[in-house]
């Protein structure tokens, strides 16, 4: 039987119903019409649909719909202000951080959880701190230059 | 299926006592949820303890510290006061997946699960961890240890459930300490593993030790032969090369594609000695 849950997403309050075994991930994409997190694997290993909940990134595909409840969701949809881009997406176009841009939400997201805990990382805590997300096309070294140049912006 | 979020230990327990089909404890879901995906289990009842408050909670006490079931490994790794009482233990739940796991992960669920390869639980056994278990019957507190009995099956009885971990206080000079072989830097599970605590007496003389080793049997392994090698001495070579004769006598690992038999036997030394030197250090020995 569906339940119904009150959430708020990229701060606004949202209602959805879903079924109690249904992942987070396939009620954002396919009952809120928020596809920017994808399923690359639906078990933790890609990070392709990593989101905040509550300030922590996570992989919704393991993470259940109904847990949303009165928790506070933030998704890559919620990244840019209007039309001006967050300088984690303008540096990852600058820098070509993407071909096909399937793990691109997901690096967004974990990138910016990252640098909120650290504003100012090394590559090394950059490519450990983003391990938890496969790329098939960059070879990564493009993403931890964006992510390097995003955070001198971000600092200011 | 049907999922309830309880706000007490006790409605927990109630509904899991009372739950006709299958019924499973959720925590950070980084293992049930993979496990329902992959058909593995068709839970009829899930009960989500996140919503339990003193099971989110860790609590410094004067026998130690009490660790809440539904504490992530991230927050372990924020809590500076266990970090200095039990580095090794954070470490090891640092140690488990991707930032995103460490989010949701906890070490209860590691231990539930009953993964031989589970990282964080070789350091909380070397710790002297005990569970905390209420059920229908009431409470009971058992050794870490004791808690997986094989592969993926654990001893709670139905409708039991772990409320918390209690870490006993640290007296004086001591150290823990974790290490896992695995091919890749991160995100992989382990091959090997060994997790040493110990305490030291006068002049640097290890007075009190616990050794545990990880995926080289069907459980974690509490090697009390290597403890003994390592009491009584300062470290030194000959102690370090009894302690890991103990620990490949121990070992008693499959072949599989991640390490044959004789790989994990000579690793099991290997490490339980180098995780040994980094407690010994700690503890404040030289
Ligand atoms: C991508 C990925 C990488 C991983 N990497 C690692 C790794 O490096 N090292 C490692 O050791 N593990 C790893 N794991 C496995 C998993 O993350 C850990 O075992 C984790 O600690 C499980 O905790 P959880 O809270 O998510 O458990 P859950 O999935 O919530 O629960 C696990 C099991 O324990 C039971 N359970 C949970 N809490 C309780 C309780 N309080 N009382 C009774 N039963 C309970 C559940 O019913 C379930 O059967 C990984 C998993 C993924 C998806
Ligand atoms: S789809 Fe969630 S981690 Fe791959
Ligand atoms: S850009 Fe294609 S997977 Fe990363």
Redesign the interface.
Known sequence: MA?LVTTTINGDRVEFAC???E?LLDVLRNRLGLSGAKEGC????C?AC?VQ?DG????S????G??A?GREIETVEGLAQGTELHPLQSKFLEHAALQCGVCTPGFLM?AK??LEKNPNPTEEEIR??????LCRCTGYDKIVRAVQDAAKVMRG | ???E?PETTKAAVGLLAKAKGSAYV?AG??DL??R???GFVE?DL?V?I?RIKPMREVKKTASGFTIGAAV?C?ELNENKALIKAWPGVVEAAGLI?????Q??CTVVGNLCNASPAADSVPALVAAGAKAVIQGPKGKRKVAVEDVPVGPGRNSLKKGELIEAIELPARKGKSGDAYLRFIPR???DIAVVSAGVSLTLGEKGVIKDARVALGAVAPTVRLVKEAAKAIIGTKLDEAALEKLGKAASAACSPIDDKRGTIEFRTKVAAVLAKRAAQIAYKRAGGK
């Open positions: 339940v079924e109690p075994n992942p639906g078990t933790g290993d990070g990593s909940v922590r990134v996570v992989c595909c393991l993470v259940l109904v847990e409840e974990a959880a990252l450990f701190g983003l391990a938890g997300n | 299926m049907q999922y979020a959720l879901g980084s949820l993979v329902m995906k992959g839970p899930v989500d996140k992530s991230a997946g991707s930032k995103q796991v989010s949701r830097t991160e995100m």
